[in-house]
Structures are given as C-alpha cells and as structure tokens.
C-alpha cells in the first residue's frame, strides 16, 4: 500500500519534497491512514505538513475526539489548528457543516501558505457520493465524482487515497496499528450518506463484489470526456457571443443543432452565473432553449434569485433585475450645479447664461414660468406618464414610450427621469421629451436641463 501510495503521490498529484500540504484531519480511520502514509514517504519526497481539525460538537465525544487530535499531533510535533463549529442551523446540517470545514481550511491554507489540502477521501466514498449525485439528478458531469485533484481557493485539494477502498484502510490500519475514533453517527441512518452506505451498497457489492472498482473507473471516464467536451463548447460558446462572453448572439447561437445549443447555452448560463448559488435544471434549459426560439422579440426569462435573460431582438444578456423601489433615490438638482448620479453620469440644470453646452452630452431648454421648481431626477416608476412635445396636451405612459423606441427591458429600469415639485414629468431624458421642451429664445426665462454621460456617444436618437 506505501508503494501505490508514493506512486499515486508522484504521478497523479505532482507533489514533492517542496509542497506544503494542509491535511485536513477528521481522526477517522481514512485521513488517520493519510497521515501515516504521508509520514512513511522516503524523506526526498516527503512533505511538510500541517493540521487542520474541525469540531462540529453535533456529537457527546467531539470534545474527546479533539483531544485525541492534538495528542497525535504533539507526539508527531506537527503544527495543528483547531475550529469549533459554535452555530450549527436547523437544517442542512451536512451542508452547512461541509461549507464550514471547508471555509476554515482556505483560511488556514492562507495564513500558512499552503498551496495542498488533502482530504481522506478513498475509492469507496466515490461510490457513495455518484449513487448519490445519480439518484438526485443533474447535470452529467456531475457523475465524473470525486476528482484526485482539483482548484481550491489558492491552491489545490487533492485526494490521495481515491485508489483505496475503506476495507483496504481498515486493513491497513489494523496491520500498522494506528489507533482511530469511530465515527458512531455512521453507523446510524439519519443522514443520506450514510443510508447509501448502510443500506444501498452492500446490496449493489453482493450483487458485484468489484463495483467500487468499476464505478472509479466509469468515473475517470467521465472527468476525461467532460475535459475533452469543454473544450469543444468554449470554443462555440466563443463564436456565438460577444468578447466578454455577456451577449449572445440569437442569431449565431440558432445556426447551431438543438444538441449543440442545449450545451452552449449550459456553459453560457454556468459562466454568467458562477458567483451565484443557481442551479438550472435540465427542464429549465430546455424551456429557456424553447423561449429564445418562439419567445417575444423584447422579453425576458425568470432566473432564481431575480436573474433573467433578456432578449432584446437578437441579443440575449443574463441581468440581475434591478427593482424599481431598490434604485429610485430621488436626487434634487441644484440650480447651476451639475449633479453627479453614478460613476459616467451627471444631471443638471442651470440658468441659460451660465451654461456650457461643451460640458453637456445632451440638453434640453424649458421656460422658468411653466415648471416649478425644484426638478428632480430619478429613474422610473409603474404608472409613470408624461405629455409629449407636439402632441396637443396627450399624455403617454413611459412604458409605451420605451416600448415604441424598442428599448431593451434591461435599459428601461437605468433611464433617468426629470420631473418637477408638481410631479410633472418634464424629460425622459435621452429618450423623450415633454410638451414644456421648448426652443431656445433670446430672452434669458430660460433655464437649461442638461445631461453628461461618459459612456461614448449617446446611442438613442434623441427625440
Ligand atoms: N471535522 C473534520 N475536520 C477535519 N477534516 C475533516 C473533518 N471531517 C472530514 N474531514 C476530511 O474530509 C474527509 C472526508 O470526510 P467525510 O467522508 O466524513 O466527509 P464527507 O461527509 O464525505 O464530506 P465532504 O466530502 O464534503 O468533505 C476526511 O478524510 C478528512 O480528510
């Protein structure tokens, strides 16, 4: 077992003498056999190493089972860290608790400069994690399991022990004598895992002894056809989208098979929402492919968390839907100032003589005796009207305007609206304007409402 060990050490996971590895170390038999193995490499490979242990006090013997911990480690003189998890949540406990450990750990490979984390994990925790992973559903990909090695935080996580099965360990610690707790809640059947362990697999190992074999190998099948697939749909994806990868291109993305899309459009989405904790189901892919093939020419499809794609003829972008109500700050303009509404965007209004059209992208000229001050700016709201220049007194809602302009969905919820303490709505700036937009006179009742924006040149006709 020390020989395949080494081999795996040296020719799957590219470590040596120089790495420095964080072992995270749970006292179980399997990390407790890492650690022993790790220790019995040939000093010209060997490692350094530090611990890590988490304390999730979900059980009586935690408290022992971290005494246990740090006696090994003070008898190995190796440098140990230990958390305890003070606030477990009602439910999700595995989940929350992986998400702890695992967030510690980055923490300490930080602080520590290590660039390994290395886990127990063996062949026969593959099984139960791809039982798991085929019964819940999802994406294909997810069948390739448990990876050897794999990008984490700044480093990597590795898995040495992938090519033994639990009984080898055990074997193996019997032989070496290294002592081990016993996790006692894996004995019990109240966590899934542990169902499949208990229950699923020894039926499916009377059925095949070797199907933990088998299943590790249909594994690194998988990882090897999912490599060789990215690639294939990057470079697709590629084609069909814009530079940056944030608009795709209906009419490109349509040329493609059905088979082709279905996979551009799951990399799209995985990319455009890498931050967020979304999952797309295989159902919704299939309903967003039929929205962007008969959907509306402007229209949008609900993502979870208030994402949507949004199709604005042939260009489709993923946004987070800005709420009216989150991003209506009111901001009142103050005369002959320019006020400043984000980082490439400035209103203002200003008497005729003392302003610069040099300094404006666009402006229009009202006359002091038929607005009241003071105006404001602010983006939109539902209900919104205002009456147009030379429409003879005719109002029109705003939505109807955007919607005659063919503005994108996504655009409307940015556009800046100018009205007056009479709730008058004076200019939809860039966009339109009202019915108090009048000529520039000689006489100086005038005042000026301007706009600056730093984005290149304005792309709407301004009307
Ligand atoms: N409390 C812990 N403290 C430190 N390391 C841990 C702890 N629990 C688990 N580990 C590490 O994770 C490996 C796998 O443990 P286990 O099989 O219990 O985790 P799991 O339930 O499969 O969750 P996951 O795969 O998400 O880590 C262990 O061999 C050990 O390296």
């Known amino acids: 077992m020390n020989q395949r060990f080494k081999e795996n050490y040296e020719k799957k996971l590219n470590l040596t003498k120089d790495s420095h590895i964080l072992l995270a170390l749970s006292g179980g038999v399997d990390s407790m056999v890492l650690l022993h193995l790790l220790l019995n490499l040939p000093s ?24 246990f911990i740090k006696k090994i480690a003070d008898q190995l003189c190796l440098p140990l860290s230990i958390k305890e998890w003070k606030n477990p949540p009602d439910s999700g406990i595995e989940k929350a608790a992986r998400d702890f450990r695992y967030q510690f750990f980055a923490e300490r490979m930080e602080i520590l400069k290590a660039e390994t984390l290395m886990t127990g994990h063996h062949r026969s925790d593959q099984l139960e994690t791809l039982l798991m992973r085929f019964v819940r559903g999802g994406s294909w990909e997810r069948l390739g399991g448990i990876r050897w090695s794999q990008i984490f935080s700044p480093g990597c996580l590795v898995r040495p022990l992938l090519s033994f099965t639990k009984a ?92 082709y899309r279905y996979f551009i459009l799951k990399l799209w989405l995985f990319q455009e929402l890498a931050d967020q904790e979304i999952e797309i189901s295989n159902r919704s892919l299939w309903d967003i492919l039929r929205w962007i093939q008969e959907g509306q020419p402007n229209s949008r499809f609900n ?16 946004e987070k839907e800005v709420k009216l109500s989150d991003t209506n700050p009111v901001n009142e303009l103050v005369m002959n100032e320019w006020c400043r509404l984000s980082a490439s965007e400035s209103l203002g209004f200003f008497e ?80 339109k304007e009202s019915v108090y937009s009048v000529e520039p006179s000689r006489e100086d009742e005038q005042y000026v409402i301007a706009f600056h924006t730093k984005r290149g040149e304005l792309t709407n006709d301004y009307t």
């Open 303 to 318: 993502l979870p968390n208030a994402y949507n794609v949004f199709r604005s003829y042939e260009k489709l972008t993923i």
């Open 44 to 67: 010209h490979i060997r490692p350094s190493i530090s611990l890590a242990y988490v304390n999730h006090r979900l059980r009586p013997e935690s408290d022992a089972e971290a005494e």
């Open 352 to 431: 005729k003589e003392k302003f610069d059209s040099a300094e404006a992208s666009c402006f229009i000229t009202v006359n002091r005796e038929d607005i009241d001050l003071p105006l404001f700016a602010r983006h939109r709201k539902d209900g919104d009207r205002m009456t147009l220049k030379g429409s003879l007194n005719q109002s029109k809602k705003i939505k109807d305007i955007f919607i005659d302009q063919k503005v994108p969905l996504e655009k409307r919820n940015h556009a800046w609206i100018i009205q007056d303490i009479s709730n008058r709505i004076i200019w939809l700036v860039t966009y």
């Open 168 to 259: 080898e360990l055990y074997d193996y610690a019997q032989k070496e004598n290294i002592r081990f707790v016993e996790d006692a809640s894996n004995e019990e059947s109240e966590f899934t895992r542990n169902r499949f362990r208990n229950q699923i697999i020894p039926l499916l190992k009377e059925e095949n002894p070797q199907v933990e074999y088998q299943v590790q190998a249909l594994a690194e099948e998988i990882q090897s056809l999912s490599a060789v697939t990215e690639v294939i749909f990057s470079e697709k994806l590629t084609e069909v989208t814009s530079h940056d990868g944030k608009e795709l291109d209906r009419k490109l993305f349509m040329q493609e098979s059905e088979d």
